[in-house]
């Protein structure tokens, strides 16, 4: 079996903040148009919620989270993402490629897991062309409990890889770790939280130092 290090796509590898809140506001007002009603101040509360599944987002999200709701403000939301990241609005993290290659020559096969939908992430891995860094993207859609431990479980399975690290910047990142015998490495990056990152093994403040970690 081949060693891999799995990582987190939003707040980790892609600066998800450049993109959140034009993204959002134009899916709301799209769906304002369905009468399709949210609480206020919807921006902020999805920056304390990030990281989580969409489906649980507009759960906390819509006045309403009726399954036919939740299926036409997710699908708005995605249009509105993957044409901001298509604008070129969207950014890597500082250094991304060159940690990826150094990873990648150090033997390791690298896979990316999240809880982001298929198209935002295949929008992220094409254009910014990390197929040559990364094996494979895995989405949060493919299992059907939304847990990002069975992500990882069904990913150990289909790969026959044994993950080295995960490297993410959220809590259903540092469980998933624990409940896979995973050690995890913490992101403090934009959307990560403090109380959520005692949960780490490791603690990193740039990706570079993951060059300090990863041997």
């Not at 206020?40 to 304390?48: A, D, F, S």
Request: aromatic content about 10%; glycine content about 6%; some cysteine.
């Amino acid at each position: 079996m081949k060693e891999a290090i799995v990582f987190d796509m939003d707040g980790t590898l892609f600066q998800t903040h450049l993109i959140l809140e034009e993204s959002l506001s134009q899916a709301l007002n799209k769906i304002d148009e369905y009468g399709i009603n949210y609480i206020n101040n919807p921006v902020e509360k999805y920056n304390e919620i990030m990281g989580v599944p969409l489906e649980e987002v507009w759960k906390i999200l819509l006045k309403k989270p009726t399954d036919e709701n939740i299926k036409v403000a997710n699908q708005t939301f995605q249009e509105s993402l993957v044409g901001c990241i298509h604008s070129g609005k969207g950014k890597l993290y500082d250094d991304v490629e060159e940690i990826l290659e150094s990873i990648k020559n150090k033997g390791y096969t690298i896979f990316v897991a999240s809880n982001g939908d298929v198209a935002y992430l295949e929008a992220i891995y094409k254009y910014y062309r990390l197929q040559k860094y990364i094996e494979k993207i895995y989405s949060i859609n493919i299992v059907e409990t939304s847990s990002k431990s069975d992500l990882i479980r069904h990913m150990i399975k289909e790969e026959a890889i044994v993950p080295k690290y995960i490297v993410g910047d959220r809590l259903s990142d540092f469980t998933a770790g624990k409940e896979n015998n995973i050690e995890v490495i913490g992101c403090k990056f934009n959307f990560s939280k403090d109380e959520e990152l005692a949960e780490a093994n490791y603690i990193v403040e740039s990706l570079k130092d993951l060059n300090h970690i990863i041997k």
